[in-house]
């Protein structure tokens, strides 16, 4: 078995006569985590649907587990699942019956129990009984991740997992991806947020303009900045700082 897991080649792909991916190139090793970063409307979504068989590109191949998205759709799906952009939960049902709804299509033995590890793990179990209506935007994305994962697929993909999120929020979604991956999960994010890249992926890639203009690691691309330049400069607090420590102050008390 090659030792990637997702293998992108000449991608293209046009909506009408607006072509937006130009012929795309990358590969994603197995257990890693690969974040695709890019404006709005670069095409992050397009690469995912493709990948995720939702859509057909017009040129060039797509692996995902050894099976190409276009002539082995089945074989792809068994070993993905994806987060959408936009939360994909159902409403009227509490966060419990949502995960066991999923459990079940998937047919697992003890969809409850499931369910409960989950919750647990996700830190959803005090609301597990409340209807998802109620939830807000983080627990709803937790909930989202957490539905995208039973089962266990083997590749997981996040469009934007975070966006609209707390920084708190935002965290705790981190800390959830990183341990899917440190349990062998191979992971394809796509963020706008450079630091979300930054914390998170081993690899990175920049999407603009229908073609990556640059990947690889985070050291990789701080390469392809001038050298630093030593200056001295107060260091001032991000406002995320000074947020996250306001906010964990309280939660101290
Ligand atoms: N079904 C569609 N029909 C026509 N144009 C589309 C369709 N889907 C996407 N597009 C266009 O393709 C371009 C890329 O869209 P895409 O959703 O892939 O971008 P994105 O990088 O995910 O953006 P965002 O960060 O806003 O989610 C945009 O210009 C968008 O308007
Ligand atoms: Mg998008």
Do not use: C
């Not at 939830?135 to 089962?151: C, E, K, P, Q, T």
């Not at 191979?186 to 999407?207: C, F, G, K, P, W």
Request: aromatic letters at 6%; a neutral charge.
């Amino acid at each position: 078995m090659p030792n990637h897991s997702i293998k992108v080649t000449g991608l293209q792909k046009s909506y009408k006569d607006h072509q937006v991916l130009k012929g795309v190139d990358f590969e994603v090793e197995k257990g890693s985590i690969f974040a695709l970063l890019g404006s709005n409307g670069a095409g992050k979504t397009t690469v995912v649907r493709i990948l995720s068989t939702l859509l057909q590109p017009d040129n060039g191949t797509a692996t995902v587990n050894g099976f190409d998205v276009v002539s082995k759709p089945d074989h792809v799906r068994q070993a993905i699942s994806l987060t959408g952009q936009f939360a994909a939960v159902d409403e009227i049902l509490t966060g419990r019956e949502n995960l066991i709804m999923i459990a079940k299509l998937r047919y697992l033995k003890n969809p409850h129990q499931v369910a409960d590890d989950l919750l647990k793990r996700f830190g959803l179990t005090d609301a597990a009984t409340r209807r998802v209506s109620t939830y807000s935007g983080g627990m709803r994305r937790r909930l989202d991740i957490a539905l995208s994962i039973v089962g266990k697929p083997q590749i997981i993909f996040l469009d934007e997992p975070t966006t609209g999120l707390d920084p708190e929020a935002r965290i705790e979604v981190w800390k959830i991806v990183k341990e899917l991956a440190e349990g062998g999960t191979t992971v394809l994010l796509t963020t706008q947020y450079l630091e979300e890249a930054e914390q998170l992926a081993d690899r990175i890639a920049i999407l603009h303009e229908g073609k990556i203009i640059a990947s690889g690691t985070l050291s990789d691309l701080k390469k392809l900045f001038p050298s630093a330049k030593v200056e001295y400069i107060e260091k001032q607090p991000t406002l995320e700082e000074v947020f996250l420590a306001i906010v964990g102050k309280k939660e101290a008390k």
